[in-house]
């Protein structure tokens, strides 16, 4: 952990969705890891409830990804205020259940504005400062409903994280020559939540926001030549994606 310390000392991390469940525990944990914060919620009040307090090391933003050119402000003001970025978090997400038959096209629809456009936006406005980086990297949180779809219930929910996977992809492509590593994180049942949005009360076994946490905060100290793509994490209720 300490030399991890060393590594992320003072690096800028952007994180979405950071005022509850697994982005805020992502943003407590670089915290701690000795990085700036330049974190992104619909209510910056709820960030400040959440525990951060805007100072020279820490950036609270409005972000939606429903509203046109909020990553694009978002970014703005991350240049005023760090003039920099280091690890891009995309982890503001959204479910809904839709299955092959259902009628609702909305939720389809707001799934794919907000798990799919929306790493695409925040990625495309901050690929300049993290080229610039040399050792940029952008953590796509998706799912293992990226790679499978387990019930009829998913499968909209999966289409929108099957799409956010292709981005991890072709974003993986275009930063590499520039040292921007892409890594796609992808866990089971967490315990926050959107898991009681999926099962209508909180799963036994799930995995901890904590735990999935630190996954992304080991994950993004790997050196440029030696960075892992793709992370499935299984909690104690699944064994396989
Ligand atoms: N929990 C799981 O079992 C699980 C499993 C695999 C992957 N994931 C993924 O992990 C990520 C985080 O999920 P979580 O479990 O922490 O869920 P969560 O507790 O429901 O938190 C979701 C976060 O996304 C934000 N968000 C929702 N709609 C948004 C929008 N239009 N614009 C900006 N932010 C928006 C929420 O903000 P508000 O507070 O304003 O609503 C909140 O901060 C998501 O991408 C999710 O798909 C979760």
Not at 49 to 57: A, E, I, L, M, Q
Request: hydrophobic share 40%.
């Amino acid at each position: 952990m300490a030399a991890c310390q060393e590594q992320l000392k003072d690096r800028v991390v952007m994180v979405s969705g950071a005022n509850r469940g697994i982005g805020l525990q992502v943003a407590r944990c670089f915290q701690e890891a000795g990085c700036c914060l330049a974190l992104g919620a619909r209510d910056i009040e709820k960030l400040e409830k959440s525990g951060f307090t805007p100072s020279d090391r820490v950036l609270l933003s409005s972000y939606d990804a429903l509203v046109p050119g909020s990553a694009e402000k978002w970014l703005e003001e991350i240049k005023k205020h760090f003039g920099r970025i280091g690890i891009l978090v995309n982890n503001a997400g959204v479910y809904k259940k839709v299955s092959p038959e259902s009628e609702n096209e909305d939720d389809l629809d707001l799934m794919w504005q907000v798990n799919a456009k929306g790493p695409w936006k925040l990625t495309r406005a901050a690929l300049p400062l993290l080229r610039q980086d040399g050792q940029g990297r952008i953590v796509n949180v998706l799912s293992l409903s990226a790679r499978r779809v387990k019930s009829e219930g998913t499968t909209g929910y999966g289409m929108s994280k099957f799409a956010a996977m292709a981005h991890h992809q072709g974003v993986r492509l275009a930063g590499w020559d520039d040292g921007v590593r892409a890594i796609a994180v992808c866990p089971g049942f967490v315990a926050t939540d959107m898991a009681v949005d999926v099962m209508g009360s909180m799963p036994d076994r799930a995995s901890s926001p904590e735990a999935i946490a630190r996954w992304i905060v080991n994950a993004v100290t790997m050196p440029n030549d030696a960075v892992v793509s793709e992370l499935s994490i299984n909690p104690n209720c699944e064994a396989f994606c």
